[in-house]
């Protein structure tokens, strides 16, 4: 038993020392590959022209808009960094750099220890020798092959290079946030000075970014970024960087930032589009591969109509306001057919303000969103000539009385649907909204893509909800495609640095209503323009549609519009909600910015109508093409004001 126990023995391990010989001669193998593999990747890394290559972004006509990433990198020596910089860049990423190779496993088995103690990844292991490798790698996979290379280039590294070059390099890659990639590109981007000139606690806060730009981002969380920058002072005390007397008096120090740059990221045309590209990038992507990664990006933006959107925006707040005010505006025109942003302006001035009120603002459309109301009535089965009253009611909800008022404070009686919204006639729209339904109209307001939580009350009628600008001009291309709804396109294709499509956006729409019902909503807002309260468009003399907005007290003037191929929407208003001025409808403040646009956009091009769909009917088309009805070819006898009061219903 004896003997054969000692065989058994002898046979295992026989077998053991087999496998263990061949993993050794495989894993020699291997890691002999790999190191001979990464001579390309080291004289990468000690490049002086290892700089990462920034994004491209170009228009639909072929033209660089934008670069993001390259212009913010100023290369310098460690010799013209503060050594407040080094330091605390050494004690919130490796403070035993000096002290240890290219890996720390000093380093690595306290990380490990106080993440199992926290339960969670708190601290990590890497170098600053094994980041730098990382900053030079575009792509930041996660494969045993990426390990291994990046540990042995960090040995190659730490062999080849002084520990002064090593942080030199160091300090010139990493990035910092809000576009500053090395040092002295952050130094001036947060503090508008030179990195050599950066105080104790400026380089702790600088340093505590490293970690992660965007959550730590001063602008952005002011209250992270403190806490990060606490965290890198007391490590620079406890690493004996800075005295007692120095923490404290840095402690208590006031950092002060300035104000962001106004051309951001190198942004050149049409900032408050490029600006939407930018963070739609970032969130697919991520910061590191936006601005390192070469990438190319093809969007929808036309600069031909983005400069004509340009001049029609600021024309027509100076032409409202001869000295500038605070006055907003934004702009937004769509290709009906494909969903394709052509042209966004986000405000006045982007220099002053980088909120994007055409996409972020949220506003009340006033008298823009009575279309929805007569497009969920035709899809009831009403037709434009069908009557409703025009008189004065009385609304009561909770014991308090509600007055609707035209805007002209005159009541007409009775007025055909065509009539009622070509006049933009409040009361007769009150009333076909309480007849179709709320509920039915709050319904097809969301199928139109209108994402914001919409009162369930008759004052919408009115326009009461609120609404982004880029929603409503996405509901009236769905009127100019005849029910179908495009989704919103700004980037039709990613390619990397090598040419590669790593995303591709096609067209995307989606049946809302009838065809039939879109023939005929067009046509009772061509007559909006044709002979109602958008009239002065008359003078671009082509077919178009379109409706006003106006809303309480003149703080939001709209109009949207539209010709076959083109849909534009404008709003004008203070971010404070102040009255524009008294009087400014739509049709006075919003409808001639655009004019401007729509005249320059559609000049030169071929005068189309709106189509016909199959299968409609010749009543149907004679309805849509006749002027709207009189109200006093509709009743003979008007009664007074006193007399419809007193017949007021409830």
């Known amino acids: 038993m004896k003997r054969f126990l000692k065989g058994l023995f002898r046979f295992f391990l026989y077998v053991f020392l087999i496998v263990f010989l061949i993993a050794l001669v495989a894993g020699g193998v291997y890691f002999g590959s790999v190191y001979m593999g990464v001579k390309k990747d080291f004289n990468k890394v000690v490049s002086v022209n290892m700089l990462p290559l920034p994004t491209k972004v170009y228009s639909s006509d072929k033209k660089l808009i934008a670069k993001f ?19 605390a860049i050494l004690a919130a990423e490796d403070a035993r750099f000096y002290e240890h190779g290219a890996i720390d496993l000093v380093g690595i088995a306290r990380a490990l220890v106080v993440d199992v103690l926290k339960g969670k990844i708190v601290q990590g292991g890497s170098t600053i020798t094994q980041q730098l490798v990382k900053n030079v790698y575009l792509t930041p996979a996660r494969t045993i092959d990426r390990k291994v290379k990046e540990i042995i280039l960090a040995y190659r590294i730490e062999k080849e290079m002084s520990k002064d070059k090593i942080l030199q390099l160091y300090l010139n890659t990493v990035y910092f946030g ?6 002295e590109a952050a130094a001036r981007t947060y503090f508008d000075k030179h990195a050599k000139e950066l105080t104790i606690s400026e380089s702790a806060m600088l340093a505590g970014l490293v970690a992660a730009p965007s959550y730590y981002n001063p602008y952005k969380h002011p209250q992270r970024a403190r806490k990060r920058t606490i965290y890198v002072l007391r490590r620079m005390y406890e690493n004996h960087f800075i005295s007692l007397s120095q923490y404290k008096k840095a402690m208590n120090a006031k950092i002060v930032l300035i104000k962001p740059s106004a051309n951001l990221f190198g942004l050149i045309v049409a900032p408050y589009f490029t ?61 009906p057919k494909t969903g394709y942003v052509k042209a966004l302006v986000g405000g006045f001035d982007y220099s002053k303000s980088q909120f994007n009120r055409a996409l972020q603002a949220k506003r009340q459309p006033g008298s823009s969103f009575k279309p929805i109301i007569y497009l969920t009535a035709l899809t009831e089965g009403y037709l434009p000539d069908d009557t409703i009253a025009d008189m004065p009611v009385v609304f009561r909800f909770n014991g308090k009385e509600w007055r609707p008022q035209n805007y002209e404070r ?4 009775t007025v055909t649907l065509k009539y009622a919204l070509t006049h933009s006639v409040n009361v007769a729209t009150i009333n076909l909204l309480n007849s179709v339904g709320i509920g039915n109209v709050v319904s097809m307001a969301h199928q139109l893509g209108i994402e914001e939580k919409i009162p369930h009350n008759l ?103 539209y010709s076959p191929d083109l849909v534009c929407g404008v709003w004008v208003g203070y971010d404070d909600n102040r009255m524009i001025f008294k009087g400014a409808t739509g049709a006075r403040a919003a409808l001639p ?37 009189n109200p006093e070819d509709l009743q003979k006898d008007k009664p007074t004001i006193q007399q419809l009061y007193e017949n007021a219903i409830q």
């Open 410 to 413: 005159v009541f007409h009686g």
């Open 593 to 629: 910015i655009w004019i401007k646009f729509m005249s320059n956009a559609l000049e030169g091009q071929p005068i189309k109508d709106f189509p016909i769909p199959r299968g409609i009917t010749k009543d149907i088309i004679d309805m849509v093409n006749s002027p709207p009805q």
């Open 178 to 183: 809000d576009g500053a990639w090395g040092v």
């Open 69 to 87: 990433g390259l212009q913010n990198r100023i290369p310098v020596k460690l010799k013209d960094v503060s050594p407040w910089m080094r330091y």
């Open 459 to 561: 004052s919408i009628a009115l326009g009461s909800l609120s609404v982004k600008p880029i929603e409503m001009v996405r509901a009236y291309a769905a009127f100019d495609n005849y029910g179908l709804l495009p989704k919103p396109i700004f980037v039709t294709k990613v390619t990397d640095k090598y040419g590669r499509v790593i995303y591709q956006a096609k067209p995307r729409l989606r049946r809302v209503f009838d065809d039939v019902d879109g023939y005929i909503l067009t046509g009772m807002l061509k007559d909006v323009i044709l002979y109602g309260t958008g009239r002065a468009a008359r003078i671009i003399k082509r077919p178009l549609a379109g409706k006003t907005g106006t809303t309480n007290n003149y703080r939001d003037a709209w109009f949207i519009g």
């Open 275 to 335: 600006d939407y590209v930018r963070n739609w990038l970032i969130d697919k992507y991520g910061e590191e591969v936006v601005y390192k990664s070469g990438l190319s990006v093809y969007t929808t933006l036309n600069t031909t109509l983005q400069r004509f959107a340009f001049i029609a925006v600021k024309s027509g707040v100076l032409s409202i306001k001869k000295k500038y005010d605070g006055l907003q505006a934004a702009l937004v025109a769509m290709d």
